[in-house]
């Protein structure tokens, strides 16, 4: 990326390494448009939530309700865990996670292994996303007790600020031509905080918001899905950072293509996220639709390693019924004609 912001070559904390994150041209037609993937696998905990995660613990430092030696709790189906974790582990600070089984096991694994006290909602082994019932236990928890937050991130200014520094790296990497930008939403920090903010950098393009079947925000029906860390299921609410005025298009994609899409990448070498997997598939699906020479940037939100026991589990996927080497197949054999032309 000719131009684009660099770190600086020797940090002192993990947290220096958030950002300037990579972009990967996946796929291109021969009208010239192209699909370049926005790598945040590449910040630390693999994910772009950490870029939130140290923007919510600062804000709340710099107001004065997070001192030294104080307290953090968050509910979280993993990412944010992870980079609230770090975090914490750097500053002092000690940090709860509320969590359910729904989460990937190496998610949970890797926040108790940075220190992290776990607290299940529901202790009965169940799979059930139980974001509602984490986000109550998650503010009881916190009430009256001195030094102590809860950052409840989706409906937290700061997790949308968190990625206001996306769109800054990816205007400076692509000198401002950017067309079309699609990303998960989830609690809506990272697709709308970076349209906001590119916004003031680049006026013209179209930003399309991507969730799971089953999740509510762009309607219903409303039903189970195991694409993690991303979605509204029923019974929560849809978080005040899910800006409907910044995204011109929503739509839904299935737990099977998305997992198919995910499959089917990691055959090209990359490793992609489950919920990064249905923004990846309807980013390919529609690249050849779009306008030539119009350039697309996905936002993939975290690196398929965590999901080595789910995603990429033939025995996880084919009990659940996700398993469509039919879907897999369709998907490579677009890969394969899309990256002829780049």
Not at 110 to 133: I, S, W
Not at 164 to 187: C, K, M, Q, S, Y
Request: with cysteine.
């Amino acid at each position: 990326m000719p131009g684009a912001l660099q770190r600086p070559a020797v940090v002192s904390r993990v947290s220096d390494l958030i950002g300037y994150t990579p972009l990967l041209e996946l796929a291109a037609t021969e009208t010239g448009s192209r699909l370049l993937l926005k790598l945040e696998m590449f910040n630390p905990t693999g994910t772009a939530k950490i870029r939130m995660a140290r923007q919510m613990v600062t804000d709340a430092e710099d107001r004065g309700e997070l001192r030294p030696g104080g307290r953090i709790i968050e509910s979280t189906s993993g990412n944010t865990g992870l980079g609230l974790a770090v975090i914490a582990a750097e500053r002092g600070y000690t940090f709860t996670a509320v969590v359910d089984h729904h989460a990937c096991t190496d998610k949970l694994r890797g926040m108790k292994a940075l220190g992290t006290e776990l607290v299940y909602v529901v202790d009965d082994g169940t799979e059930e996303l139980a974001t509602a019932a984490r986000e109550e236990l998650a503010e009881d928890m916190a009430r009256g007790q001195d030094n102590t937050i809860f950052t409840e991130q989706h409906n937290n200014p700061s997790n949308g600020v968190g990625y206001f520094p996306v769109a800054h790296e990816l205007n400076e990497a692509l000198d401002g031509r950017i067309d079309v930008l699609i990303g998960a939403v989830g609690t809506g920090g990272a697709l709308c905080g970076t349209t906001r903010e590119l916004r003031k950098l680049i006026p013209d393009f179209s930003t399309i918001g991507v969730e799971p079947k089953g999740s509510i925000a762009f309607g219903g029906p409303a039903h189970d899905y195991y694409q993690s860390g991303t979605g509204t299921p029923e019974g929560a609410e849809i978080g005040a950072l899910v800006d409907f005025g910044l995204i011109d298009e929503g739509v839904k994609v299935g737990d099977v293509e998305a997992f198919a899409t995910c499959r089917a990448v990691a055959r090209t070498g990359l490793l992609i996220g489950g919920s990064a997997g249905g923004v990846v598939h309807e980013a390919l699906t529609r690249l050849s639709s779009l306008p030539p020479g119009t350039t697309m940037v996905a936002l993939v939100n975290d690196g398929g390693e965590k999901y080595m026991d789910t995603v990429f589990n033939d025995e996880w996927m084919h009990a659940r019924d996700l398993l469509d080497p039919e879907a897999e197949r369709e998907i490579d054999e677009l890969l394969t004609k899309l990256r002829r032309n780049r």
